[in-house]
């Protein structure tokens, strides 16, 4: 789970976005102060000196006064996402590209004061210094779900040594003594002050880290460039020595400890920006409890309320609710250092989204109706023990105000439910907004008080059966299609989705008296994902923790529209009896067999290949910005980092490879567009064929702009490219496969030499690799291998999440863009063009590697295991193994691979093929959804793809589909908002569905995967 996600959501209603273009309500907008001034300094600037081109709009984003100051004589501005930076005069600044700098914390209240006093003593002595310039931003970095490697970091200053450090921390410290702010995680505090310290990189270098990526870096003590750890801990790195004048500052810091309390910590739960939550035990008592820890000053909710005064509300509500057996027992409320622990009673069971991993029976491709049926009684049961556990709240006068499947404990009799988690709670009587909530289920504006609890039921309704309710963040009329689309599924009563629907769709307009005693007052709102953080791990990837939002979303709401009604008179008849003992009622009909045709919601279905392609064409392209510096397309918000949009999984060489390869006409605009960003590359622009240049060169060389690919090459080999991981995303296999195709497109012999130096680095680290995993299982004793695991309601783990799990990390990466079949995809396409037999063998070898790394699921699918949920997926799952499984498969003669490694590999395919056709996945995208299944399916030459396979995922697309300009788009990476682009978006739906359309003559493609040879 990614919990930036939500910051990105609040600039745009239907595309992620970056703070920078955030359009103002307040604000002069004149362009005159420092953070609208340009890079000469003259204080004359219109947003030209952002970083990322947000260009027109940043002017009007309300700002300090310290921010609209002008420009001192001399100096340089620069706006570079949520900073703004001031160095002093060029003949000025003699500072290092690394050393210890110093942040400043501070509050909304106090930061203008802070950052005023820090301009008017840094400016006079040419000290380089930076700062958020505005509320918003600042309230975002330090809001629940920020970073905790960035909370608190107001202000950054560089000192040119470590006197000046001292000097520094003595005179600002003193003038800043007193002001609050949230404690800064990675820093080491300067006395009991906002100032802190911490030893890292200065300018923008970048290194290849520890997951073969770029990351930022600093210098070791022998030249080297090494990843900046920027971890929420102070550490200092192994070649410095500390400042003596910081050693009583360190002796103060370990000093505060929990060893005195009464309560043993033996597991931490959870962590936010706001705090953690720790499972212990009470030492007097040997009873379990749960701790929960706010933090003063951070995790702060859309009313700026920090995480201890959420923390209050929390013990407030369940001294409340005490005794009702719906919410936890308070048990203890203390303070050590500054924090503050709320203690309460544990409470026995599994979340409510751990549920779905092996109870939902979508999950499988051939639900038996049985199942279905089953799962349905047990829904309506979970959902009416739901109703009566927040009526009962709202009898004591409480709202929860954050209800989801998160915080909905079930017991182990798997019926009775509990609530859990009221630090949103407040009083019914104060009727107010909700404040903090999970994104699928955040209330309009005009609920309030228990109508955003009666919102959130509704939406539950949905979520229970279909679990993608966070569509509604883009269009709350979505409701109404995925009720179509259960109703189709699931035996579920009429009523059930009816009254869900109406609640969900209400606006303020609507007359009182319109809502149901059982669903009373609910609101736009989603639900979670599948999940499995308890019992089971989850299978199709379709866990809550990473295939949806955060549990949380800072929510920033204007006031209601007046004559909002609360209150509907209940239907005709008794509903309350059948919703408590799950009777189906409504038609009563199975499974698939509802009557009546759906409502046109879509504006093109998938299955009408023609018409969806000139919708989804139209909707690319209408969303096109050809006029911004940093993306041409909307999409992941991985656009925003250092180039992040150009290349094919994100940026504008993705979309622009979908466009053409579905066979419509060229874009000139966008191909003109990344000719133009790709003249000067921006610093820190990653070099694979996935996430970076190789990969924009690869387009380019397609569309026929030969001479920038090989222009976009060479400088790709003027890095430490060798350096890089071996995948195919960002690494080796990648770049080798484009030096490989732009030697023979070009006639570029030394990039063909360039391939094999690729090749051959990569076929070492397998083997190595190979090598080391073998010992492991000998060392285990245990030969049996993860493909003649037999099924069970769970997964057995593989070998490779055993080596993981004991040496205290993760299990290996495995899958097409981070695993060993990328590598496998270039020792294959090396074999066609040169016949060498070891190449075969080399890529035999990591697909093994990878398929050690998968376990047969309870349903016989085959999915990659990372441990705490297995995956189906194109990009991180088994289907993208599969894909290359068909090819080696195809190429290997009679002979070329012994029996027992061909026998595993048509094992693997029959499982993988199993994977690809279950009815649900979390998300639509390429990569890691359904449209990646429709690829595979489109392309494998395995046996035993059940008939209407392809076909009914071509027509499940259409439950995410949405509206953009009339015209037909998908939802990106946990489905906040829409994406155009070829990983996450409607890019690559466009590429799968194209794939699938057997008349399309060449079948569209992703690069380097053509049809496979027949096997």
Request: charged share 20%; net charge negative; with cysteine.
């Amino acid at each position: 789970m990614d919990n930036r996600y939500e910051v990105f959501c609040l600039t745009d209603p239907h595309f992620y976005e970056s703070l920078d273009r955030l359009s103002a309500t307040t604000g002069n907008g004149n362009g005159n102060g420092a953070a609208n001034g340009n890079e000469s300094g003259n204080g004359s600037g219109n947003g030209s000196g952002s970083a990322n081109g947000a260009g027109p709009g940043t002017a009007g984003v309300p700002l300090f006064d310290t921010a609209r100051r002008p420009v001192p004589d001399g100096w340089h501005t620069l706006r570079n996402g949520d900073w703004l930076h001031l160095d002093p005069p060029a003949g000025e600044r003699a500072y290092p590209a690394q050393g210890w700098k110093v942040h400043a914390s501070a509050t909304l209240e106090c930061a203008d004061k802070v950052a005023a006093k820090v301009w008017d003593y840094c400016v006079p002595r040419n000290i380089p210094f930076k700062f958020v310039p505005g509320p918003q931003l600042l309230h975002l970095r330090n809001s629940k779900y920020a970073g905790r490697d960035t909370s608190g970091k107001f202000v950054t200053i560089y000192p040119a040594d470590e006197e000046a450090l001292r000097v520094v921390l003595d005179e600002l410290g003193a003038l800043l003594d007193g002001e609050p702010g949230p404690y800064i995680l990675t820093d080491l505090r300067w006395r009991q002050g906002p100032l802190y310290v911490r030893y890292g990189a200065f300018a923008k270098r970048y290194c290849v880290g520890g997951r073969g990526t770029l990351v930022p870096a600093v210098e070791d003590g022998e030249g080297r460039l090494v990843p900046d750890d920027r971890s929420p801990a102070f550490h200092v790195p192994d070649w410095i020595t500390l400042p003596d004048f910081l050693a009583p500052e360190l002796a103060a810091r370990n000093a505060t400890t929990v060893g005195d309390l009464p309560y043993r910590i033996e597991k931490a739960l959870h962590f936010s920006n706001g705090g953690g939550v720790y499972a212990g035990t009470d030492t007097r008592t040997g009873e379990k409890v749960v701790l929960k820890e706010g933090r003063p000053h951070a995790g702060l909710a859309s009313d700026g309320a920090d995480a201890v005064t959420r923390l209050r509300r929390e013990r407030d509500a369940l001294r409340r609710l005490s005794g009702l057996g719906v919410a936890p027992e308070m048990r203890d409320w203390f303070t050590v250092g500054d924090h503050r622990f709320l203690v309460m009673d544990f409470v026995e069971g599994k979340p409510l989204n751990s549920y779905f991993a092996h109870r939902h029976p979508l999950l499988r491709p051939d639900p038996d109706p049985a199942d279905v049926a089953d799962f349905t009684r047990w829904a309506l049961r979970i959902h009416a023990g739901v109703e009566e556990a927040v009526a009962a709240v709202h009898s004591r006068g409480v709202v929860f105000n954050d209800l989801h499947m998160f915080n909905i404990m079930v017991a182990p009799d798997d019926e009775t439910v509990s609530l859990l988690d009221f630090e949103a709670a407040a009083r019914a009587t104060d009727n107010g907004r909700q404040a903090v909530a999970h994104p699928g289920f955040v209330a309009p504006p005009d609920r309030r008080g228990t109508a955003v609890d009666h919102y959130a039921l509704a939406c539950l309704r949905l979520a229970l059966f279909l679990p993608v309710t966070t569509l509604f963040a883009i269009d709350r009329g979505k409701a109404a299609h995925l009720a179509e689309v259960i109703g189709r599924e699931f035996p579920v009563p009429d009523w059930y989705l009816e009254e869900a629907v109406a609640e969900i769709t209400r606006t303020a307009d609507d007359a009182a008296g319109t809502r149901s005693a059982a669903v009373d007052g609910a609101g736009p709102g989603g639900a979670a994902g599948l999940g499995g953080a308890v019992g089971a791990r989850p299978v199709n990837g379709t866990d809550l923790r990473a295939s949806s939002p955060s549990p949380d979303l800072h929510v920033q709401v204007g006031e209601p529209e007046r004559g909002a009604g609360t209150g509907r008179t209940e239907p005709s008849g008794a509903p309350g009896s059948r919703r408590a003992s799950g009777d189906l009622g409504g038609s009563g009909l199975p499974a698939g067999t509802r009557p009546g045709p759906p409502r046109r919601y879509l504006p093109a279905e998938p299955r009408d290949w023609i018409t969806a392609r000139d919708s989804m064409a139209a909707a690319i392209l209408g969303s096109a910005t050809p006029d911004r510096e940093d993306r041409l397309f909307p999409g992941d918000i991985a656009q925003f980092s250092d180039g992040g949009g150009l290349g094919i999984a994100h940026g504008a060489a993705g979309v622009l490879h979908a466009l053409d390869q579905v066979g419509l006409p060229r874009y000139d605009e966008g191909e003109q567009w990344l000719l133009a960003r790709t003249a000067h590359l921006p610093n820190g622009t990653p070099l694979g064929l996935y996430d970076g240049v190789a990969g924009v060169a690869y387009v380019l060389e397609q569309l026929g702009h030969t001479e920038r690919a090989l222009a976009l090459v060479r400088s790709l080999l003027g890095e430490n490219w060798q350096r890089l991981s071996s995948d195919l995303s960002g690494g080796l296999a990648g770049i080798g496969l484009v030096l490989d195709h732009l030697a023979h497109a070009t006639g570029e012999t030394d990039l063909g030499e360039r391939a094999l130096e690729a090749a051959g680095i990569v076929a070492g680290r397998i083997a190595a690799e190979a090598e080391q995993l073998e010992q492991a299982r000998q060392a285990q004793g245990s030969g049996l291998l993860p493909h003649q695991a037999q099924q069970s309601p769970q997964a057995q783990q593989s070998p490779q999440a055993q080596q993981g799990s004991q040496r205290g990390g993760p299990p290996r990466r495995a899958g097409l863009m981070r695993g060993a079949t990328g590598p496998a995809l270039l020792f294959l396409r090396l074999y066609e063009r040169t016949g060498l037999p070891a190449l075969l063998g080399h890529a035999a070898r990591a697909l093994a590697l990878d398929l050690d790394s998968c376990v047969v699921t309870a349903s016989g699918s085959l999915e990659v295991d990372e441990g705490w949920r297995t995956m189906p997926y194109l990009g991180g799952g088994s289907a993208g193994i599969g894909l290359v499984l068909d090819d080696l498969l195809g190429l290997a003669g009679s002979g070329d691979l012994d029996e027992a490694a061909t026998a595993r590999f048509e094992q693997a395919r029959t499982g993988i093929v199993r994977a690809a056709t279950a009815r649900l996945y979390a998300q639509p995208g390429l990569f890691v959804g359904r449209a990646g299944m429709i690829l595979h399916l489109a392309r494998t030459t395995a046996p035993g793809v059940p008939d209407g396979a392809l076909a009914a995922q071509i027509d499940a697309l259409g439950w995410y589909g949405m509206a953009y300009r009339g015209e037909l788009a998908f939802p990106g990476n946990q489905m906040m908002r829409l994406s155009m682009d070829l990983g996450t978006g409607t890019a690559g739906c466009l590429l799968a569905l194209g794939a699938a359309n057997a008349g399309q003559h060449p079948t569209p493609r992703l690069p380097f995967l053509p049809p496979p040879p027949a096997s």
